[in-house]
């Protein structure tokens, strides 16, 4: 399966970010898709996960302030990120199984 990520970028605290990750290559509506980020010198750590029924986890760090959905009709699963705070800078991968997307930059700075 191949994952791309897009939708990162430079955004100021409290600001919004969505990402998006388009999947192909496996039967997408069937199978979890999550979000992981990584930060500079940090190992790479859970963010949110859907589960193929429709039901969503999130790390308790972003809880109340992130929202995952899926469009299995497009393949893509989204992160919907409010309330940006700095320490929410990192490397943003979308997931699935044992496959990763490329990574999308989140900058979070004033």
């Known amino acids: 399966v191949q994952l791309q990520a897009s939708g990162g970028g430079l955004v100021q605290p409290g600001g919004s970010l969505r990402l998006s990750c388009a999947a192909s290559g496996s039967t997408f509506s069937i199978n979890n898709m999550g979000w992981y980020r990584q930060a500079p010198g940090k190992q790479r750590e859970f963010v949110a996960v859907i589960y193929s029924g429709g039901r969503t986890s999130y790390a308790n760090s972003v809880k109340g302030r992130f929202t995952i959905s899926r469009d299995n009709a497009k393949n893509t699963v989204y992160l919907q990120m409010n309330s940006l705070k700095p320490e929410d800078e990192a490397v943003y991968y979308c997931?699935?199984?044992?496959?990763w997307g490329q990574g999308t930059q989140v900058t979070v700075s004033s």
């Open positions: 997931n699935q199984g044992l496959s």
